[in-house]
C-alpha cells in the first residue's frame, strides 16, 4: 500500500493510494474507486483488500476536502463537480499506474459512481468500463411513497437553506456529507431537486452525454440501502442510456446500508462485479 499526492490542473494537490495486487498475478486490470460525498478512503480499506487478493491493482481517490486531499479554509472552498471532473480526475487517469494499465475500471460509491459516469461521459476520463455502487438520483420524486418524497424534499431544502446561510454545509455536525464548500452541495441540491445534472459555472450539457454513453457500465444497488433505493438506480440507470444493473443482496445474518456494505460484505459487493468485467 502506498500513499502519494498528484497536483491537479489548477494547482490543488489530489491524495491518492495505490494497492497493488496480491500474490503473482499481474495486476493487468486497474480499478480507479471515488468514495461517496465526506468519506475518506481508509473506509474501504477492506474492499481494496478483496480487490488485491482478486489480482487488480486499486488506484483509490481521496475527495478534495477530506484527509488525503486536505483544504485549507472549506468555508472559503468554492469546488464543485465539475472541479473534479474537470482537473482532479484527468490528474489521476494520467498517473503511470492507471495509463500503463491494460485495462482500467472506474468504480465509484455514491456520489462517486454519479462523478464516474458524468467524468465518462464529459470524456475528461475515458476508463474501459464504469461501475457504480450504491448510485442513483437523489430526486425527490424517485422515493416510494408520499412521506418519503416530502421527507426528501423537506431534506434538500436543509441542506440548500444552511448552506446558503453559513456559505458552507456543516454536514460534520448534522450527519450527512461531512464539512463541504457550497459548490459541491450546489451542484448536488440541483440533481436532487430536478431529477437532472446541471453543474455551478459548467456549461456542459452532462444529461445529453449520459445518454449517449457507449463505455460499458453496470449500477448496483444494495439490499438494506436506506438513502437510495432500487428505483432511484433505476432512473439513473435509464438517464446512463440504459445502463445494466444488479441487486446485491445481503449476506446470510448481515445487515447493511448505504455506507456499512463497505466494511461488512465487501465481498459480496467485489463478487458481482467481476463476474460482470469477465464477460465483457
Keep these: 500500500?502506498?500513499?502519494?499526492?498528484?497536483?491537479?490542473?489548477?494547482?490543488?494537490?489530489?491524495?491518492?493510494?495505490?494497492?497493488?495486487?496480491?500474490?503473482?498475478?499481474?495486476g493487468a486490470?486497474?480499478?480507479?474507486?471515488?468514495?461517496?460525498?465526506?468519506?475518506?478512503?481508509?473506509?474501504?480499506?477492506?474492499?481494496f483488500d478483496v480487490w488485491a487478493a482478486a489480482g487488480r491493482r486499486v488506484v483509490g481517490v481521496e475527495h478534495r476536502g477530506q484527509p488525503?486531499?486536505?483544504?485549507?479554509?472549506?468555508?472559503?472552498?468554492?469546488?464543485?463537480?465539475?472541479d473534479i471532473i474537470r482537473t482532479d480526475l484527468p490528474a489521476v487517469f494520467a498517473l503511470p499506474e492507471v495509463s500503463d494499465s491494460e485495462r482500467v475500471v472506474l468504480i465509484g460509491h455514491s456520489m462517486g459512481g454519479a462523478l464516474a459516469l458524468l467524468s465518462t461521459a464529459a470524456g475528461t476520463v475515458a476508463p474501459d468500463a464504469v461501475v457504480t455502487i450504491a448510485t442513483g438520483t437523489s430526486w425527490c420524486s424517485a422515493e416510494f411513497g408520499a412521506r418519503r418524497r416530502v421527507q426528501?424534499?423537506?431534506?434538500?431544502?436543509?441542506?440548500?437553506?444552511?448552506?446558503?446561510?453559513?456559505?458552507?454545509?456543516?454536514?460534520?455536525?448534522?450527519?450527512?456529507?461531512?464539512?463541504?464548500?457550497?459548490?459541491?452541495?450546489?451542484?448536488?441540491?440541483?440533481?436532487?431537486?430536478?431529477?437532472?445534472?446541471?453543474?455551478?459555472?459548467?456549461?456542459?450539457?452532462?444529461?445529453?452525454?449520459?445518454?449517449?454513453l457507449k463505455t460499458p457500465r453496470l449500477m448496483l444497488d444494495i439490499e438494506g440501502d436506506d438513502l437510495i433505493n432500487p428505483r432511484a438506480v433505476a432512473l439513473l440507470a435509464k438517464r446512463a442510456a440504459k445502463a445494466e444493473r444488479m441487486r446485491v443482496n445481503s449476506?446470510?445474518?448481515?445487515?447493511?446500508?448505504?455506507?456499512?456494505?463497505?466494511r461488512r460484505m465487501p465481498a459480496e459487493v467485489a463478487a458481482p462485479i467481476d463476474e460482470w468485467l469477465a464477460m465483457l
Design 29 to 47: 486490470t486497474t480499478v480507479v474507486f471515488l468514495p461517496a460525498l465526506g468519506v475518506p478512503l481508509s473506509y474501504y480499506a477492506r474492499l
Design 68 to 82: 488525503m486531499s486536505p483544504i485549507a479554509g472549506i468555508r472559503r472552498g468554492r469546488f464543485g463537480y465539475s
Design 152 to 212: 426528501r424534499y423537506a431534506g434538500i431544502r436543509v441542506v440548500r437553506t444552511v448552506t446558503r446561510t453559513l456559505g458552507y454545509w456543516p454536514g460534520h455536525r448534522l450527519g450527512f456529507g461531512g464539512r463541504q464548500p457550497s459548490t459541491v452541495m450546489r451542484d448536488w441540491a440541483y440533481e436532487a431537486s430536478h431529477g437532472r445534472f446541471r453543474l455551478h459555472g459548467d456549461a456542459f450539457d452532462y444529461e445529453s452525454a449520459l445518454s449517449e
Design 251 to 262: 449476506a446470510d445474518g448481515v445487515r447493511v446500508n448505504h455506507f456499512t456494505w463497505a
Design 1 to 26: 500500500m502506498m500513499n502519494s499526492v498528484v497536483r491537479a490542473a489548477d494547482g490543488h494537490t489530489i491524495g491518492y493510494q495505490v494497492r497493488p495486487p496480491s500474490g503473482d498475478t499481474d
